[in-house]
């Protein structure tokens, strides 16, 4: 799951738990005294998302379609692609409520690390509402896949991203209750 999805699952908290689900994967080690509590609650519960995640059947399931030399890459486009169909399953007035507040906490909140140059493009650009368009989030996984040390990896998972695309709809369909389930928040 990427910043939509943890959005969406972190919106029935307050505004610090919000931005430490957000700026989570800026936050390095286990030592979380430098944030307030909520935000620390925040980041600690980004974890156990992405832990459930990367441990779900329907993701090991996935991985084993992607083309074997990217395979490595590919848990990193799939956080991607999930915000992708999260972003289309949700309601448009609720995906956007969600995304104006995401903005509005990143936009007051500093991000650490790695994302403090990417947040303030990332909200310039509307990346949030962009996922909805598959092309978009394609777009998002080469451009991350560039910044990476050596062959864009993460670009060439694009072609198999496209032809699994409905498959991998449905592997979401799966998927994203059950995050919701494990969490105790109401689809």
């Known amino acids: 799951m990427n910043f939509l999805a943890h959005g969406w699952l972190a919106r029935g908290g307050d505004d610090d738990f919000l931005y430490g689900n957000l700026i989570a994967d800026g936050v390095k080690g286990v030592d979380l005294s430098a944030w307030t509590l909520e935000a620390a609650a ?3 519960h980004h974890r156990r998302v992405d832990a459930f995640v990367d441990g779900h059947t329907v993701v090991a ?3 084993t379609r992607a083309p074997l030399a990217q395979r490595r890459f590919a848990g990193i486009a799939l956080d991607l692609v999930w915000d992708h169909f999260a972003a289309r399953q949700l309601e448009q007035g609720d995906r956007h409520l969600l995304v104006e507040r995401c903005y509005r906490v990143l936009e007051t909140r500093p ?6 140059g990417m947040v303030p493009v990332l909200v310039e650009q509307d990346w949030l509402n962009g996922y909805a368009d598959f092309g978009f989030t394609c777009r998002a996984i080469e451009g991350i896949g ?3 040390s050596g062959p864009n990896r993460l670009g060439e998972l694009v072609p198999w991203l496209e032809a699994d695309y409905d498959r991998l709809a449905r592997d979401f369909d ?3 209750p059950a ?3 494990e969490l105790g928040v109401p689809l």
Not at 111 to 116: E, T
């Open 42 to 44: 925040g980041i600690r």
């Open 61 to 63: 399931d996935v991985l």
């Open 111 to 116: 991000a650490p690390g790695r994302l403090a």
């Open 146 to 148: 560039r910044r990476l």
């Open 174 to 176: 799966r998927l994203w």
């Open 179 to 181: 995050v919701n389930a």
